[in-house]
């Protein structure tokens, strides 16, 4: 649907029906998420939820609708928090990748075991926000092995049962279990990112015969990247949802008809922080072994817990921010690194400012998420290893007392190299007279790099993208009028496409007066990419006056192509020989105006 469908904070559709739909605005692939975001999130049987970090501490719990009901303390606050999942009796199971913790909601420990497999560092080896996963039942307690290739099988006491070593010598992310339903055999499914596989083993021969009884390879969709499947999620009535963390797309399969692919949910491929798009999901949950509740989503990427109805709808969405102890100093101005992005440079942290008494910071330096080993001064000398990756630093708080509160984490300061996608040094700005009738512009921003070769665009109303609004001009209409309008760029360049980056919002006030002509193209659009077999082509609008949105179709030897309406197209077979074109039509109030771009002709 080509991005065109958008959500509302509360009750608006925030996930579509994507078949290998293509999002207009791509931002590039995300890199590990910071310690201070969401990254496990389990769903009662009465819709409330916890959410657990990799920087551990304490667990946020929300009620059914994302409010904040306050937090739970882990008896392994030094530890990250892999996964969880609540048992049929309301406990938590928190899995710290070397150990497994069994809480009351207020985090009395009823038991605590190891895993089989020793320590479980935290590193780009054993990452907790890509490997390990956990799945409790009625008797047992299912463990993906965040740094061992298996998956173990314990005892409610945590009585070490079987471990399940699976194929090949990659990690899993994610366990889930599914009864027999219509002929299919109960299921354990393992999710294997780096194999782009999810392995289904017949649950009854897990000890007699553990071998895969079906695998379940994800498929590329055109446009996307090689996915990597996480995050599972599985229902009573045999269906299979499957996160696609490279391509931010949730897979849904029928088991019960050999695994057919039926849908997708969100807004594939690419990261975005619009309201319902994701970035990064690293758990997904559902509730009593339905999909009746929907699912909850850990959007770690854009630092929120989503949740979704069964059929793609956001319900709400919570910044879930990680919580510190009681009485602990409170972060009212985030840290901030300054210095120049270099290797050999030295970087300096700003702790930023707190509200209430500190007697001690720490701080630690993050490359792409995950903690540097021994970089915990306020100052950080630049290393080759950080060339082409983002640096941040994380402080925590603490008051004289002893509690610490939640880590508050800078902005990331990229570390650009010669084969680097452009990173964002100055974030765009709306300029001009902000109101009903005028013509406002969006800046490209300043990247690092040479100059990018071209620029995507957005412009949004209260965080929902404006279809066909993809340049840097936009006409304020009525319909505006008391509500935010924010502009996104993403800088390209020949390595690739940038993270998006948003412009602060401006509210409209009211008119502005004034009148604006019917659009007039000054510049054709053109047809970006290679024209080859299976390639997707991009269509840019060219540049025309009076900031008209855009609409699309593209053509074949000048007749139209039925289902083409998207600024994007894949070179199929029947293309061969033949010369495309896109025709643009842009529209105001004053009326509308076509412009084509020149042909191209595709080859194998």
């Given at each position: 649907m080509g991005g065109a469908?958008?959500?509302?904070?509360?009750?608006?559709?925030?996930?579509?029906?994507?078949?290998?739909?293509?999002?207009?605005?791509?931002?590039?692939?995300?890199?590990?998420?910071?310690?201070?975001?969401?990254?496990?999130?389990?769903?009662?049987?009465?819709?409330?939820?916890?959410?657990?970090?990799?920087?551990?501490?304490?667990?946020?719990?929300?009620?059914?609708?994302?409010?904040?009901?306050?937090?739970?303390?882990?008896?392994?606050?030094?530890?990250?928090?892999?996964?969880?999942?609540?048992?049929?009796?309301?406990?938590?199971?928190?899995?710290?990748?070397?150990?497994v913790s069994r809480l009351k909601p207020d985090g009395t420990?009823?038991?605590?075991?190891?895993?089989?497999?020793?320590?479980?560092?935290?590193?780009?080896?054993?990452?907790?926000t890509r490997y390990g996963g956990i799945e409790v039942t009625r008797d047992a307690v299912y463990v993906a092995g965040r740094c061992v290739a298996t998956v173990g099988i314990y005892s409610l006491d945590g009585e070490h049962r079987a471990s399940i070593d699976l194929p090949g010598t990659s990690l899993p992310r994610d366990v889930a279990l599914a009864p027999a339903v219509k002929g299919l055999s109960a299921r354990m499914y393992v999710s294997m990112p780096d194999a782009g596989k999810v392995y289904a083993y017949n649950a009854a021969s897990l000890l007699s015969d553990p071998q895969p009884a079906k695998t379940l390879v994800i498929k590329r969709f055109p446009g996307f990247r090689d996915p990597e499947p996480g995050a599972l999620t599985a229902d009573e009535k045999g269906q299979l949802g499957v996160m696609d963390i490279e391509n931010n797309a949730l897979h849904f399969y029928n088991g019960p008809e050999n695994y057919w692919y039926y849908r997708t949910l969100g807004h594939g491929p690419d990261p975005a922080s619009d309201r319902g798009f994701v970035d990064r999901v690293t758990a997904v949950d559902n509730a009593d072994g339905s999909f009746k509740q929907g699912l909850w989503i850990a959007d770690s990427g854009n630092g929120r817990i989503q949740h979704w109805d069964h059929i793609g709808t956001t319900d709400w969405m919570t910044d879930a921010l990680p919580p510190g102890d009681p009485g602990a100093p409170v972060n009212g101005t985030l840290p901030r690194i300054t210095g120049q992005p270099y290797a050999g440079k030295t970087l300096t942290c700003d702790l930023g400012t707190w509200e209430g008494a500190a007697a001690s910071y720490d701080v630690s330096w993050?490359?792409?998420?995950?903690?540097?080993?021994g970089a915990t001064d306020t100052d950080y000398t630049v290393v080759a290893k950080d060339v082409a990756a983002e640096l941040a630093c994380q402080v925590t708080a603490n008051a004289a007392s002893g509690a610490s509160s939640a880590p508050a984490t800078s902005e990331v300061f990229p570390i650009a190299g010669p084969s680097s996608p452009p990173f964002v040094l100055q974030r765009p700005e709306i300029r001009g007279n902000v109101g009903s009738g005028a013509v406002v512009r969006c800046t490209n921003g300043t990247w690092t790099g040479a100059e990018p070769t071209r620029y995507l665009r957005g412009w949004l109303r209260d965080g929902q993208l404006l279809p066909g609004t993809n340049a840097p001009e936009y006409l304020v209409t009525d319909n505006d009028i008391y509500h935010e309008l924010t502009c996104r760029v993403a800088a390209v360049n020949r390595n690739g496409t940038g993270k998006v980056a948003l412009s602060e919002p401006v509210l409209v006030e009211g008119h502005a007066g004034g009148h604006v002509g019917q659009p007039a193209n000054k510049q054709r659009p053109r047809i970006i990419g290679t024209a080859k077999l299976g390639k997707v082509l991009y269509c840019d609008p060219g540049a025309w006056d009076n900031a008209p949105t855009f609409t699309y179709v593209w053509?074949?030897?000048?007749?139209?192509?039925?289902?083409?309406?998207k600024d994007q197209y894949q070179v199929l077979g029947d293309d061969l020989g033949h010369r495309l074109t896109c025709l643009v039509t842009g529209t105001n109030p004053s009326g509308s105006r076509q412009a084509s771009s020149g042909s191209v002709k595709p080859r194998r």
């Open positions: 469908l958008r959500a509302a904070l509360m009750g608006g559709f925030a996930t579509t029906l994507v078949v290998g739909g293509l999002v207009a605005l791509p931002s590039g692939p995300a890199t590990a998420v910071t310690t201070g975001r969401p990254i496990a999130v389990a769903a009662t049987d009465n819709g409330a939820s916890y959410v657990g970090y990799a920087s551990g501490g304490r667990l946020l719990r929300l009620d059914r609708d994302g409010a904040v009901t306050g937090s739970v303390p882990l008896d392994r606050d030094d530890q990250p928090v892999t996964a969880l999942d609540v048992g049929t009796d309301g406990s938590i199971w928190v899995d710290y990748g070397a150990s420990v009823l038991a605590q075991f190891p895993l089989r497999g020793g320590t479980c560092p935290v590193n780009e080896a054993h990452d907790p993050l490359r792409d998420g995950l903690p540097i080993p053509r074949r030897d000048g007749s139209a192509l039925g289902g083409s309406e």
